[in-house]
């Protein structure tokens, strides 16, 4: 099992660019999460998916889509980039329905200049 | 909505010492707290968590205790070791709310001294 994947593992964008971050889970996961981490400041969690077929908004929305596309992969889309959206971007997946443990991928690192 | 402040926001100690990191959590109706272990470059995992039933639990050299009056939650470190180094987080949640959402907190970042 790979557990939690992610792609790309680091990106240099340009403001005004757009990027699809890629997030594949092969745990048969339920429930999948993009955070994004900054220092000094936790992880926030920016949208998610409960189930298959529903996302919702989390603390941090703003600049972003995502697409829960089948039970393995959810993306996470900046449509048009901003320095404020430089940050370490983590996907997670859940088993659901009363397990909580959230299995982290390794992260992407995205700069905008 | 649900906020979760984390104290110290860093910790450095002597291997062998104890390193404790405590939690503060808003929301009366969150009732799973989880410890996440960051090592660098790598994503948080796991360590030990904690359900509102019960006040204490134990995992060879990690402990969690969990004062639901106060609100409050802590991570017990005994002979820590070098490879503790790390930054740690703390997060709740409401099982209830069936959607798995886990608020963390700032993150403490641990540096065990050889």
Same mark, same amino acid.
């Given at each position: 099992n790979a557990g939690v994947t992610q792609t790309p593992k680091f990106q240099v964008l340009k403001t005004g660019q757009s990027m699809t971050l890629q997030c594949a889970q092969d745990?048969?996961?339920n429930s999948m999460y993009w955070y994004r981490q900054d220092p000094g400041m936790g992880l926030r969690l920016i949208y998610y998916s409960a189930s298959e077929g529903t996302t919702d908004k989390g603390e941090v929305p703003n600049g972003y889509n995502v697409s829960?596309?089948?039970?393995r992969e959810f993306s996470l889309r900046l449509e048009s980039a901003a320095p404020s959206q430089t940050s370490v971007y983590f996907c997670a997946s859940t088993e659901g329905g009363g397990s909580y443990e959230q299995y982290f991928g390794p992260g992407t690192r995205l700069t905008v200049t | 909505g649900e906020n979760v402040e984390q104290h110290p926001s860093t910790l450095s100690v002597q291997e062998g010492d104890s390193a404790v990191i405590k939690c503060t959590y808003?929301?009366?109706?969150?009732n799973y707290f989880p410890w996440y272990k960051q090592e660098l470059g790598k994503g948080p995992q796991l360590i030990i968590d904690i359900r509102s039933n019960v006040g204490e639990k134990k995992d060879q050299r990690i402990a969690v205790t969990l004062n639901k009056t106060a609100k409050h939650f802590s991570l017990h470190i005994t002979? +820590?070791?070098?490879?503790?180094s790390a930054v740690y987080f703390c997060a709740a949640s409401?099982?209830?709310?069936? +959607?798995?959402k886990l608020i963390f907190g700032q993150g403490t970042t641990l540096q065990v001294k050889p």
């Amino acid at each position: 099992n790979a557990g939690v994947t992610q792609t790309p593992k680091f990106q240099v964008l340009k403001t005004g660019q757009s990027m699809t971050l890629q997030c594949a889970q092969d745990m048969n996961h339920n429930s999948m999460y993009w955070y994004r981490q900054d220092p000094g400041m936790g992880l926030r969690l920016i949208y998610y998916s409960a189930s298959e077929g529903t996302t919702d908004k989390g603390e941090v929305p703003n600049g972003y889509n995502v697409s829960r596309l089948n039970k393995r992969e959810f993306s996470l889309r900046l449509e048009s980039a901003a320095p404020s959206q430089t940050s370490v971007y983590f996907c997670a997946s859940t088993e659901g329905g009363g397990s909580y443990e959230q299995y982290f991928g390794p992260g992407t690192r995205l700069t905008v200049t | 909505g649900e906020n979760v402040e984390q104290h110290p926001s860093t910790l450095s100690v002597q291997e062998g010492d104890s390193a404790v990191i405590k939690c503060t959590y808003s929301d009366s109706a969150s009732n799973y707290f989880p410890w996440y272990k960051q090592e660098l470059g790598k994503g948080p995992q796991l360590i030990i968590d904690i359900r509102s039933n019960v006040g204490e639990k134990k995992d060879q050299r990690i402990a969690v205790t969990l004062n639901k009056t106060a609100k409050h939650f802590s991570l017990h470190i005994t002979e +820590t070791q070098p490879e503790d180094s790390a930054v740690y987080f703390c997060a709740a949640s409401r099982s209830s709310s069936n +959607t798995g959402k886990l608020i963390f907190g700032q993150g403490t970042t641990l540096q065990v001294k050889p």
